[in-house]
């Protein structure tokens, strides 16, 4: 049912009923009809609605839209996954590029770092492998979020 639908993307979206009326340009009291199911939106907020929140128009209005509706929470999922992955990438470079700026500049903060290890590879090594996971995690799910 349409109303249910637009309550669900809403909140998924994290949106108050005033957020998604500016969006939308219309009164808090119109999308408050929708949601309740007392009005419905006109063919041209429809469009506005199926376009704001990645959906189609089929899924809004049909009740039968078991394989779209996976698709819908997979699309406001996505965008998590791509900001933890962003997130973790980021965090893995500036990691790299710290460590090389400090092996160049301070050369005593490598030596302190290989001998706080206690596995056979120095805590440089370690330290270059972590990076290089992170980077690694960060970009498969970047990947992962794009496919869907």
Excluded: H
């Amino acid at each position: 049912m349409l109303s249910e639908k637009l309550y669900k993307l809403r909140k998924n979206s994290g949106l108050s009923q005033e957020q998604l009326a500016e969006q939308l340009n219309v009164s808090r009291q119109a999308i408050s009809k929708w949601e309740q199911g007392t009005a419905v939106p006109e063919s041209e907020k429809l469009i506005s609605i199926s376009e704001y929140f990645s959906v189609t128009v089929d899924y809004l209005l049909k009740d039968d839209t078991v394989g779209i509706t996976d698709t819908t929470d997979e699309v406001v999922v996505e965008k998590p996954k791509m900001i933890v992955g962003i997130v973790i990438c980021i965090a893995g470079i500036v990691s790299l590029v710290i460590w090389g700026f400090l092996s160049i500049v301070r050369p005593e903060v490598s030596n302190q770092l290989s001998e706080a290890s206690m596995v056979t590879i120095d805590g440089n090594g370690i330290f270059l492998i972590l990076c290089v996971v992170a980077i690694v995690i960060g970009a498969s799910f970047l990947l992962k979020s794009k496919k869907k």
